[in-house]
């Protein structure tokens, strides 16, 4: 009988062998296996995922995260981390772009140079961590802070023209052959060369292992973390590099968060944050992982808010998947496909909760001869009351004409946003709206639509370098103008004003402060003693006017430009807000027209977002169906007093 059974058992490797072998593999790579799994899901849910279009799209997307992920691999494999990746990679794109178009350096001795800055900074995090002994994580905070802060000195907060010929790392080689997947590729394999096959990677692995035996069999582990760090800013600065020429300009805030995504990419591909183990293919999986989730979850129209929440399950799901491998439990087909399910589960239910609120789509209507047409409409965030209500004037209008919205929240982030435009194009949507989040970074992903024939329309800000139907916007110039007389009017010509500005970089802020600054020059009684930028953020705005009012206290008005820093300025200011120390802000929001309606916010520029909204949605309508449209569509601005704040309360 044993005889007989012995003799039994390899019919089942030739009747099912293969299957064993695959499920082994896949058991054995935990976030391949995910890979797999999500894009069989992704697939399956939406038609647009497999179309070639969006393929190239996924490895765009993917390509600079993947390349800031390799450089993380090296730290990672040493037990340290490297939180300044992000930060680096924005210096470096600033110092290409500044040294090769404002100081007239050859652009391939500025490419270099842009290297070399992140070379440099990872040298600093890395003698910082090896003789200053400071723990890796604060090291390369510091490092995070001092890359961020250098970008925005060398750039004056603004954005800077990218050299023509960097640009071409950011187009596509023929049709179908994108150049940031050549150079995630070259990166990718030039990573595992050095783990696999140098002195240096076998040391990365040792000092991860066991540092104190790594030291005591002879490798020099000082001189190697020097190496390693310095090995990942130089990844981050082609990272930044490539980044800069997808936007076609170099971003002083680009990459912000994008050392998470990178952490979480080395994490999710099998590496281990107690150091000795990583590979440069379990990174790139990892990293696609995160491309493939973002842009499904975009073709399904879920909230950027929801893939939030989805992203940081599916890497809980990848993790706690690996873990259970590297503990030595065997995974067995049941398991892996139960594994598979659970991540099958999530991309359903969020689907399900996307297709029953109906929060991101304005389901087709009937009436106005909308029809099934399609739009795209990417906001730059949806942090702010203002472009909440210019989405819900949006939403309004679409549900009355018929039209089926598509509403993507760039979250104040260019790169995100051109992917959001770039998914829309691969969609086939018959127009595209477009918030941009900066002029100039819009430009390639609209030349994209542009070639694809979409029409595009912009809403509050235009795009520069690209062609557009219409404008549609209120002038943030006007605007500023406009509040710089409220301000003089209040204060009687005369007195110290501080001034809180917008996030350093972004058209609004500059455009807005700009057109302030001009109208202030009528009234010279009037003297700027302070600028400070507060994000657009409400907390910031307490924060900067709480501080502002220490070394000025002798003020008597405050400029915000928005509403909802100008409330946070309120309530740094307490009773004095709109009585000693006048306010005036930028937007008319519904808290801002209730702020004036007490008497604690003394003026804002009210630009009508819903209007700004339906009026964006209509003119992309009118452009899907062939129509022609005038340049410009202006949105009224008025401004918004105690006197008539009830006419905005109740639009």
Same mark, same amino acid.
């Given at each position: 009988?044993?005889?007989?059974?012995?003799?039994?058992?390899?019919?089942?490797?030739?009747?099912?062998?293969?299957? $064993?072998?695959?499920?082994?593999?896949?058991?054995?790579?935990?976030?391949?296996?995910?890979?797999?799994?999500?894009?069989?899901?992704?697939?399956?849910?939406?038609?647009?995922?497999?179309?070639?279009?969006?393929?190239?799209?996924?490895?765009?997307?993917?390509?600079?995260?993947?390349?800031?992920?390799?450089?993380?691999?090296?730290?990672?494999?040493?037990?340290?981390?490297?939180?300044?990746?992000?930060?680096?990679?924005?210096?470096?794109?600033?110092?290409?772009?500044?040294?090769?178009?404002?100081?007239?350096?050859?652009?391939?001795?500025?490419?270099?140079?842009?290297?070399?800055?992140?070379?440099?900074?990872?040298?600093?995090?890395?003698?910082?961590?090896?003789?200053?002994? +400071?723990?890796?994580?604060?090291?390369?905070?510091?490092?995070?802070?001092?890359?961020?802060?250098?970008?925005?000195?060398?750039?004056?907060?603004?954005?800077?023209?990218?050299?023509?010929?960097?640009?071409?790392?950011?187009?596509?080689?023929?049709?179908?052959?994108?150049?940031? *997947?050549?150079?995630? @590729?070259?990166?990718?394999?030039?990573?595992?060369?050095?783990?696999?096959?140098?002195?240096?990677?076998?040391?990365?692995?040792?000092?991860?292992?066991?540092?104190?035996?790594?030291?005591?069999?002879?490798?020099?582990?000082?001189?190697?973390?020097?190496?390693?760090?310095?090995?990942?800013?130089?990844?981050?600065?082609?990272?930044?590099?490539?980044?800069?020429? $997808?936007?076609?300009?170099?971003?002083?805030?680009?990459?912000?968060?994008?050392?998470?995504?990178?952490?979480?990419?080395?994490? @999710?591909?099998?590496?281990?944050?107690?150091?000795?183990?990583?590979?440069?293919?379990?990174?790139?999986?990892?990293? +696609?992982?995160?491309?493939?989730?973002?842009?499904?979850?975009?073709?399904?129209?879920?909230?950027?808010?929801?893939?939030?929440?989805?992203?940081?399950?599916?890497?809980?799901?990848? *993790?706690?998947?690996?873990?259970?491998?590297?503990?030595?439990?065997?995974?067995?087909?049941?398991?892996?496909?139960?594994?598979?399910?659970?991540?099958?589960?999530?991309?359903?239910?969020?689907?399900?909760?996307?297709?029953?609120?109906?929060?991101?789509?304005?389901?087709?209507?009937?009436?106005?001869? !909308? !029809?099934?047409?399609?739009?795209?409409?990417?906001?730059?965030?949806?942090?702010?009351?203002?472009?909440?209500?210019? $989405?819900? !004037?949006?939403?309004?209008?679409?549900?009355?004409?018929?039209?089926?919205?598509?509403?993507g929240d760039a979250q104040n982030d260019a790169s995100q946003q051109v992917n959001q435009v770039q998914n829309y194009t691969g969609q086939g949507m018959k127009a595209i709206i477009v918030n941009p989040v900066d002029s100039d970074a819009a430009a390639p992903a609209v030349k994209a639509a542009n070639r694809a024939g979409?029409?595009?329309?912009?809403?509050?800000?235009t795009v520069n370098g690209a062609k557009i139907e219409q404008l549609v916007a209120s002038d943030n110039i006007a605007g500023g103008k406009d509040a710089a007389a409220q301000m003089a009017k209040e204060l009687g010509g005369k007195g110290k004003i501080v001034v809180i500005q917008g996030q350093a970089g972004t058209s609004?802020?500059?455009?807005?402060?700009?057109?302030?600054?001009?109208?202030?020059?009528?009234?010279?009684?009037?003297?700027?003693?302070?600028?400070?930028?507060?994000?657009?953020?409400?907390?910031?705005?307490?924060?900067?006017?709480?501080?502002?009012?220490?070394?000025?206290?002798?003020?008597?008005?405050?400029?915000?430009?928005?509403?909802?820093?100008?409330?946070?300025?309120?309530?740094?200011?307490?009773?004095?807000?709109?009585?000693?120390?006048?306010?005036?802000?930028?937007?008319?929001?519904?808290?801002? @027209?209730?702020? *004036?309606?007490?008497?604690?916010?003394?003026?804002?520029?009210?630009?009508?977002?819903?209007?700004?909204?339906?009026?964006?949605?209509?003119?992309?309508?009118?452009?899907?169906?062939?129509?022609?449209?005038?340049?410009?569509?202006?949105?009224?601005?008025?401004?918004?007093?105690?006197?008539?704040?009830?006419?905005?309360?109740?639009?």
């Amino acid at each position: 009988m044993s005889t007989e059974t012995l003799r039994k058992r390899p019919q089942g490797p030739r009747s099912g062998g293969a299957a $064993r072998v695959a499920g082994r593999l896949l058991g054995e790579n935990g976030a391949l296996a995910g890979l797999i799994i999500l894009v069989v899901a992704l697939a399956i849910a939406s038609g647009d995922f497999l179309t070639v279009t969006n393929l190239l799209n996924v490895g765009v997307q993917a390509a600079v995260t993947a390349i800031l992920a390799f450089g993380v691999t090296f730290v990672i494999v040493t037990a340290g981390i490297d939180l300044s990746v992000g930060a680096v990679a924005a210096l470096s794109a600033v110092v290409l772009a500044w040294t090769a178009t404002q100081h007239g350096l050859p652009w391939p001795v500025a490419l270099i140079a842009a290297v070399l800055v992140g070379v440099v900074a990872g040298l600093v995090n890395g003698a910082l961590i090896t003789y200053g002994k +400071l723990p890796p994580f604060i090291a390369t905070l510091a490092m995070l802070g001092v890359a961020r802060g250098l970008a925005l000195v060398i750039s004056d907060g603004s954005p800077i023209a990218f050299p023509g010929a960097v640009t071409h790392l950011g187009d596509t080689i023929g049709k179908y052959l994108p150049v940031p *997947v050549i150079v995630m @590729i070259v990166m990718g394999l030039l990573t595992a060369l050095i783990l696999a096959r140098t002195y240096s990677g076998r040391a990365m692995y040792a000092i991860g292992g066991n540092e104190e035996a790594a030291r005591l069999s002879g490798i020099r582990v000082n001189r190697q973390k020097l190496v390693t760090y310095a090995l990942s800013g130089a990844f981050a600065a082609v990272a930044g590099i490539v980044l800069a020429s $997808r936007l076609a300009s170099a971003q002083p805030q680009a990459a912000n968060g994008y050392e998470l995504d990178a952490i979480a990419a080395v994490v @999710i591909g099998g590496a281990s944050l107690s150091g000795g183990k990583g590979k440069a293919f379990g990174t790139l999986v990892g990293a +696609l992982i995160l491309a493939v989730l973002r842009n499904g979850l975009n073709l399904l129209s879920v909230s950027a808010f929801w893939q939030q929440v989805v992203i940081g399950v599916v890497i809980a799901l990848a *993790v706690l998947l690996d873990t259970v491998r590297r503990r030595g439990l065997k995974v067995r087909p049941a398991t892996f496909w139960a594994g598979g399910a659970a991540v099958v589960a999530v991309i359903v239910a969020l689907a399900a909760v996307v297709a029953t609120t109906g929060d991101d789509d304005s389901k087709s209507g009937g009436a106005a001869g !909308g !029809g099934s047409v399609k739009i795209g409409l990417s906001v730059s965030t949806l942090n702010n009351p203002f472009f909440v209500q210019f $989405r819900q !004037g949006a939403q309004d209008e679409a549900k009355k004409v018929g039209v089926k919205l598509t509403v993507g929240d760039a979250q104040n982030d260019a790169s995100q946003q051109v992917n959001q435009v770039q998914n829309y194009t691969g969609q086939g949507m018959k127009a595209i709206i477009v918030n941009p989040v900066d002029s100039d970074a819009a430009a390639p992903a609209v030349k994209a639509a542009n070639r694809a024939g979409i029409p595009v329309v912009a809403a509050d800000r235009t795009v520069n370098g690209a062609k557009i139907e219409q404008l549609v916007a209120s002038d943030n110039i006007a605007g500023g103008k406009d509040a710089a007389a409220q301000m003089a009017k209040e204060l009687g010509g005369k007195g110290k004003i501080v001034v809180i500005q917008g996030q350093a970089g972004t058209s609004a802020s500059r455009e807005r402060g700009q057109g302030f600054t001009e109208g202030l020059k009528q009234y010279p009684g009037i003297q700027v003693v302070a600028k400070q930028p507060a994000d657009f953020d409400r907390t910031k705005g307490l924060d900067v006017m709480t501080n502002l009012l220490q070394s000025h206290p002798d003020i008597n008005g405050v400029f915000a430009e928005n509403d909802e820093m100008a409330l946070g300025a309120i309530k740094a200011l307490g009773g004095k807000a709109g009585k000693q120390i006048k306010v005036v802000a930028f937007d008319g929001t519904p808290d801002g @027209i209730k702020a *004036v309606q007490d008497g604690t916010l003394n003026a804002t520029v009210a630009q009508q977002p819903r209007l700004l909204g339906k009026m964006a949605v209509d003119s992309a309508l009118k452009a899907a169906k062939g129509g022609r449209l005038v340049a410009n569509a202006p949105v009224p601005v008025k401004i918004a007093t105690p006197e008539n704040a009830t006419q905005f309360a109740t639009q």
